[in-house]
C-alpha cells in the first residue's frame, strides 16, 4: 500500500494566499456589484517594461529559426544572465560573487521551500513570526515542524518574535539554532536590518555552524543609503549564508517566473560544499528556466532597462507612501513603507487581525492581508500591498479613511 509523507496530514487549513483567495471570491460573488480593490498578495500590476518585452520578443523569433533554436539549457541558468547578475547585482556593489556561485530558477519562493531537500529533517528552524508562509509550510512538509498548536504555531521552530518593541527586527536566539531564515526587507511587517543586525546574525550562524537562509526579494525596495540589500555585505556571511532573489517584485515577474538562489563556494557544513549539493539537488529535479524567459531578465540589466525598471519601482514606492500617510492621517499606526512595498498596519483598539480583514474587504470592498495569517505575533496587525495601480490605490486608501470615520 502506497504510503503518504503524514506531514502533510499536519498543516493547519490552507495557505493563507488561498484562504485570502476563497474568502475574497465568496464576497465578489455575494457583491458582484462592488469594484474590488486588491492590495492584498504582493503581486504587481505594472506591465513589463519595453526593455525587457523587447528581448523577449526577440528570443521568440531566435527559437523560431534553426540557428537560433534552444532546447535544454544549462539546469543552473545560461551564462549571459548569470554573468548579467553577478557584475550587476553584486560585484559592481564591491561583493565578490562570480556567476558560477549563482544558480537560476523559477521563483524564490521555489528556492526557499526546495533548499530544505539538502538538510537534515534533524535541524533546528529558526524564523521570525509574523513570517512568509512559505517558510514554515515548506519545513512541516520536510518534517523539521513537530507539530502545529493554534495560535502558537509549531512547536519544534524557534520562532523569533517580530514586535515594535524591536522595530520588527529580532536579534539572535540565545539557544542554539540551526537553520534560520531571515527576510530583509521584511515580509510581512516592511522592516528591515541595520548592517549591525545582520552581523550579529552572521556572528552567530558562523559560530554555531548555522546556515541563514536570507530571502533579498524586496531588496529593490531599499531607499536608505546605509541599508544592506544582499547579506554577502556583511563581512562573514559567505562561510555562513546563502540568499534567494527574484525579478518577481523588482521586475514584473511575477507571471512570467525568474529567481536566482547565490550560493558561495566557501559555505561548507558536514564536509559538503552546500553549493555543490544545491547543484546536484537543482541538476536532478530542475531543467532550468525557458531561454526566452532568461534573455528577458538579462534586459533588466540594459542600460534602458535598468532605468524603466527604477520607473516602475518609483511608481510602487510612491502607493507605499499613498498608504503609509492616507492610514496614519486616519489615525492608524503604521510600519515600513520606507524600505519595503508592505506598509504594516496596526488594527485599532480591540480589534483582531481576520476581524479587521473582513470589515475592510466588506465595508470598503478592499483587500489586505490579515497579520495572524503570518503568524501569532502578526494578530492585531494588517499587511496592504503598494503594488496596486496608483488611482486604486488612492481610492482604497480614501475608502477605509471614510470607513473608519464612520
Ligand atoms: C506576499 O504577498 O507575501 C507575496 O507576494 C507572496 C509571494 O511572493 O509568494
Known amino acids: 500500500m502506497a504510503t503518504i509523507n503524514e506531514n502533510f496530514l499536519k498543516l493547519p487549513g490552507s495557505y493563507l494566499f488561498s484562504e485570502i483567495a476563497r474568502r475574497v471570491s465568496e464576497y465578489s460573488a455575494a457583491n458582484p456589484e462592488k469594484k474590488l480593490i486588491r492590495l492584498g498578495i504582493g503581486d504587481v500590476t505594472r506591465p513589463l517594461v519595453p526593455a525587457v518585452t523587447e528581448a523577449l520578443h526577440k528570443a ?24 548579467a547578475i553577478a557584475k550587476n547585482d553584486y560585484q559592481d556593489h564591491g561583493i565578490d560573487i562570480s556567476a558560477d556561485e549563482i544558480f537560476v530558477s523559477d521563483g524564490a519562493k521555489s528556492d526557499c521551500g526546495n533548499i530544505g531537500d539538502i538538510f537534515g529533517t534533524d535541524n533546528i528552524v529558526a524564523m521570525s513570526d509574523p513570517v512568509y508562509p512559505a517558510y514554515a509550510d515548506t519545513n512541516a512538509m520536510a518534517g523539521r515542524a513537530g507539530t502545529y498548536v493554534d495560535g502558537q504555531g509549531w512547536d519544534k521552530f524557534v520562532y523569533l518574535p517580530c514586535t515594535a518593541e524591536n522595530n520588527f527586527s529580532p536579534a539572535p536566539p540565545d539557544q542554539k539554532v540551526d537553520l534560520i ?26 559560530k554555531n555552524d548555522a546556515v541563514i537562509l536570507f530571502d533579498a526579494a524586496y531588496e529593490a525596495f531599499v531607499t536608505e543609503k546605509d541599508i544592506p540589500r544582499s547579506i554577502f555585505e556583511i563581512e562573514g556571511a559567505k562561510t555562513c549564508a546563502l540568499e534567494f532573489r527574484s525579478f518577481s517584485k523588482t521586475a514584473g515577474f511575477t507571471g512570467t517566473r525568474c529567481a536566482f538562489t547565490v550560493i558561495s563556494k566557501e559555505l561548507v557544513r558536514g564536509g559538503a560544499k552546500i553549493h555543490d549539493l544545491w547543484n546536484r539537488r537543482h541538476c536532478t529535479k530542475f531543467n532550468g528556466v525557458p531561454y526566452i524567459i532568461q534573455k528577458g531578465a538579462e534586459a533588466v540589466y540594459s542600460t534602458e532597462g535598468k532605468k524603466q525598471v527604477e520607473e516602475v519601482l518609483a511608481y510602487y514606492k510612491q502607493n507605499a507612501n499613498v498608504i503609509k500617510k492616507g492610514l496614519d492621517d486616519a489615525g492608524l499606526t503604521t510600519f515600513g513603507a520606507t524600505n519595503s512595498p508592505y506598509i504594516w498596519v496596526k488594527t485599532p483598539e480591540g480589534i483582531g487581525s481576520w476581524e479587521f480583514f473582513d470589515k475592510i474587504l466588506n465595508e470598503a470592498s478592499v483587500v489586505t492581508t490579515p497579520g495572524a495569517g503570518f503568524g501569532p505575533q502578526g494578530e492585531g496587525y494588517v499587511r496592504l500591498s503598494s503594488f496596486g495601480e496608483q488611482e486604486a490605490t488612492k481610492e482604497a486608501v480614501e475608502r477605509i479613511q471614510k470607513m473608519l470615520k464612520k
Open 60 to 83: 521568440v523569433d531566435e527559437m523560431a529559426s534553426l540557428d537560433g533554436f534552444h532546447g535544454y539549457g544549462p539546469e543552473q541558468g545560461y551564462g549571459f544572465l548569470r554573468e
Open 181 to 206: 531564515y531571515l527576510c530583509y526587507p521584511n515580509n510581512p511587517t516592511g522592516s528591515v536590518a541595520t548592517k549591525a543586525q545582520l552581523k550579529e546574525w552572521v556572528d552567530y550562524a558562523n
